[in-house]
């Protein structure tokens, strides 16, 4: 960066008050120049001494207020009733350790008298472990202030004098800006460790070379840019999208070289953001410096689909309350006592949420039963009790264990259970908020009409419990298209688009936006003709919409005749009322994980058979496909041990599973023949490679129907979802009853791309035309034997793909419940013939974007 000639050096207030600060540890003092960090001892963050520590408990070196703890408790920062700031920063590059050896005892905004134990260290690990032990203690707002006195050279025991501090309030001076000169960027902080001490001291300094304001905001924090304590304090780490306000002379030039200095890590190692954006088009980088939103200049920014429709409304910041939670505990009867009337009070709050929650949507059901099974999880409740009996209070104790469990499934680098994760963070949010009195959402209870909600991640119960017509959309920072959030979104009929990475957290309170889910994309500052254009596309859908779900109760046929049955896919029991008031003509894909995920130990046959006698009810004697339980690989279940995978999608998953644990199969098999009227379902396989494989299932299958004394016929299929399933699905044909496409594995394995794999999340087409000639492949196969071919991967459930998949002999399609009618009412306008052609010419081109374009171009106002 090029120290421009805007950049000017501030004055300092005069000194006139002389603070003496105590020694917050025992050790050896020294002068900062012997401190291995240049920050320190070019005192970059502040002035003041240096001790090697013999002790093992820093303590306040004064009466004051916490200003802040490093989220590594590594550090904190105490402000004195004079005003200055001091820093304690516990050994060298001690960041790296991410807390691991330390514990803090203290929180933001708490006071604090001198002598108090600030943070608790381990000191043979940091020994081991650390660059240097010794701990520095600076008064970082130094312009104001002169150190005096300082003991340097010797043995100095915890309390004792180590400086004093003469001067006054020390905010760095910042003239009034011209009105007209202010200037902002945008700029992601690649730093790995995050905003700490050295980079904040660094971006401080070069911040107070301006004469004029410079802030920085991050996570709807503010902070003065010239405080080193402030910037700490903003607790931004790797990836944090940091915006730079700056005000007064030159203020584009000064912004944009902080930006510059920011973006190339303030003198720290940087680490690129592993979280690319993935847009309809490819694969895009995460942008270092993103164009700041402003009315008049409408942006776009992309992310994933994960429920579809539009919106045009106003962004709704769904942003952190800060919970102070005291970490020492008042006693451990008291505090047992307190988190298990917590417990037992969510647990009545969402016993009452699933029983007052009619034609609410299945979704909404399950979720809270899976956070009731939470609830009792004796795991996290006894993780909790150890933390109390240890002196914690049971707030900090219940929040740390479900943290430290979501932080585990964060890690297992599996799309679907890092999802989970929001669960765990939503209950502990529930519980903590019964035991500190605070608001339990986040989302203001007051919404302006048209609300679009921004989270860096939305809650499951936060979502769950609003009113669907409060809210027009939801963005997301994080999540996936198939989290709780997603799910519940897509049965609420809220569009939403989710991993759109943290520039979606920069957009202003109240900034228009037009969300379209169909596309995965957002508008900021919609041109009104943008909104315009969007608000009569929905007019006209809802409209559409109206007329569809008229006739969506007959048959469905092409406009020359032929049949093709269109029936839903369900995940969750409620969701089969929908699909029939949808007109779904059955069910062809019923995920049975819904009942065995989030739970200690599998379901009974009992209880099996009571869920899908419930669904086979509600679908009112249609067809009902159960698929025998797809986990192992990226779906585990904790009460079924699997050995460790390195590569789990191509491992033990599906009935690769089964037939390893074949009890587990017979039981569920047993479920599903005793549903009546015998024959209602049917019986599905999934991730078949071999005909062996489909063989001894049936082989049981038989065995199990004879057992029970069941004559009627049950019909067996097998999904094809491995390539060499559709290469040899004449073989597959020949022992099964159908064969249905899952589109979503057998794209992932066709293309080589991991399904869960954010970063290429855009590659995933099912149209791609090797998939398409796999789907050929297959009706090929299935014909010579006479066998229907379904499609139930989520292709089906895209009226584009439809006269594709129709062409290519498909006739059966398994969508989402949602989607039945519109896509009933486009199979009628379809003729085969045409279909088959369009289809003949996909196969022939290059890549899924060539056949989309090909689609459009025959239908268009798809
Ligand atoms: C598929 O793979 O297309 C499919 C329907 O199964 P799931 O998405 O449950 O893996
Ligand atoms: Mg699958």
Redesign the pocket.
């Known amino acids: 960066m090029n120290n421009g000639p805007s950049l000017k050096l501030v004055s300092a207030s005069p000194p006139s008050a002389t603070l003496t600060l105590a020694s917050p540890l025992s050790g050896w003092a020294a002068r900062l120049d012997e401190v291995p960090d240049p920050a320190f001892a070019q005192r970059l963050a502040g002035d003041g001494v240096v001790v090697d520590p013999t002790s093992t408990e820093l303590r306040a070196p004064c009466d004051g207020v916490v200003v802040s703890v490093h989220a590594s408790r590594h550090a904190c920062t105490v402000r004195a009733e004079t005003g200055a700031e001091i820093l304690l920063h516990i050994g060298i590059d001690t960041v790296e350790l991410r807390g691991e050896g330390f514990t803090a005892h203290v929180q933001p905004g708490q006071r604090v008298r001198a002598g108090d134990v600030l943070i608790g260290f381990d000191l043979d690990l940091l020994a081991r472990k650390a660059r240097s032990l010794q701990t520095v203690m600076l008064v970082v707002n130094a312009e104001g202030y002169t150190v005096t006195e300082r003991v340097e050279g010797r043995s100095v025991s915890v309390g004792e004098p180590l400086f004093s501090v003469s001067g006054n309030a020390s905010a760095p001076v910042t003239p009034e800006p011209a009105a007209e000169s202010g200037a902002t960027r945008q700029v992601r902080l690649l730093i790995a460790h995050g905003l700490h001490a050295r980079p904040a001291a660094a971006f401080a300094q070069r911040a107070r070379l301006h004469a004029g304001v410079v802030r920085v905001l991050c996570q709807g924090r503010t902070a003065n840019g010239k405080s080193v304590s402030a910037l700490m304090g903003l607790g931004a780490t790797h990836g944090d999208l940091l915006t730079l306000q700056v005000e007064g002379d030159a203020a584009e030039h000064v912004a944009q070289e902080l930006a510059e200095w920011v973006a190339s890590g303030l003198g720290d190692p940087t680490s690129p953001v592993a979280e690319p954006v993935a847009t309809a088009h490819g694969v895009k980088p995460m942008p270092v410096a993103v164009p700041v939103f402003q009315p008049g200049k409408e942006l776009l920014l992309e992310g994933v689909v994960a429920s579809p429709g539009s919106a045009v409304g106003r962004a709704v910041r769904v942003v952190d309350l800060p919970v102070d939670l005291p970490e020492q505990g008042q006693g451990v009867a008291r505090e047992e006592q307190r988190l298990t009337e917590a417990l037992t009070r969510v647990r009545r709050e969402l016993e009452e949420s699933m029983s007052g929650a009619p034609g609410s949507g299945g979704a909404r059901v399950e979720i809270f039963r899976a956070h009731l099974a939470l609830l009792e999880d004796p795991e996290l409740t006894e993780a909790a009790g150890k933390e109390i009996t240890s002196g914690r209070s049971a707030a900090w104790a219940w929040r740390t264990v479900m943290e430290r469990q979501a932080a585990v499934l964060l890690g297992l680098e599996d799309a679907r259970l890092a999802e989970r994760a929001g669960d765990l963070h939503d209950l502990a949010r529930r519980v903590v908020a019964v035991l500190t009195g605070e608001a339990s959402s986040r989302v203001p209870s007051v919404l302006p009409p048209e609300a679009i909600l921004i989270a860096d991640e939305l809650l499951p119960s936060e979502l769950a419990s609003l009113e669907p017509h409060r809210i027009a959309g939801i963005c997301t920072a994080r999540g996936g298209p198939t989290s709780h959030v997603a799910i519940l979104a897509a049965g609420m009929g809220l569009p939403a688009v989710v991993a759109m990475g943290n520039q979606v957290l920069a957009i202003p309170e109240g900034a228009p936006l037009v969300l379209d889910g169909d596309r995965g994309e957002v508008r900021v500052f919609p041109t009104e003709e943008t909104r315009e254009s969007t608000r009569r596309a929905m007019v006209a859908r809802a409209a559409h919409r109206r007329a569809h779900l008229a006739t969506a109760h007959e048959d469905c046929r092409t406009a020359d005749g032929v049949r093709i049955e269109v029936v839903a896919n369900l995940g969750r029991p409620g969701e089969a009322v929908t699909a029939r008031d949808k007109g779904a003509e059955g069910c062809g894909l019923l995920r049975t994980e819904f009942l065995f995920l989030e739970r200690v130990r599998a379901p009974s046959e009992d209880e099996q058979l009571a869920r899908y006698q419930e669904i086979a009810d509600a679908m009112g004697g249609r067809h009902v496909v159960i698929r025998t339980l797809?986990v192992g690989g990226d779906k585990p279940l904790a009460y079924l041990p699997l050995p460790h995978e390195d590569n789990p999608v191509l491992g033990l998953r599906?009935v690769r599973v089964s037939l390893r644990e074949p009890e587990l199969l017979r039981t569920q098999l047993r479920a599903i023949l005793r549903v009546r009227p015998a024959g209602v379902c049917r019986i599905m396989v999934?991730?078949v490679t071999t005909r062996a494989e489909l063989r001894a299932v049936r082989a049981m299958v038989d065995a199990e129907r004879q057992a029970l004394g069941i004559s009627t016929p049950v019909l067996l299929g097998a999904?094809v979802?491995v390539p060499a399933a559709a290469v040899l699905a004449d073989q597959l044909a020949a022992d099964a009853d159908f064969l249905s496409i899952?589109t979503?594995?057998l794209t992932q394995y066709v293309l080589a791309v991991d399904r869960g794999n954010p970063h290429l999340a855009a590659r995933l087409d099912g149209l791609h035309p090797g998939v398409l000639r796999l789907v050929a492949k297959t009706v090929e196969g299935a014909r010579l034997r006479g066998r229907p071919v379904a499609v139930c991967?989520g292709v089906a459930s895209e009226p584009r793909a439809a006269p594709l998949l129709i062409g290519l002999g498909v006739t059966e399609l398994s969508a989402t419940p949602a989607v039945v009618p519109d896509l009933k009412a486009f199979i009628r306008t379809l003729s085969l013939p045409r279909c088959e052609q369009v289809a003949r010419e996909a196969l022939k081109l290059e890549s899924a974007e060539a056949v989309r374009a090909l689609v459009s171009s025959t239908w268009p106002g798809l």
């Open positions: 797809d599906g999934p991730m999904m979802e899952g979503n594995d991967g």
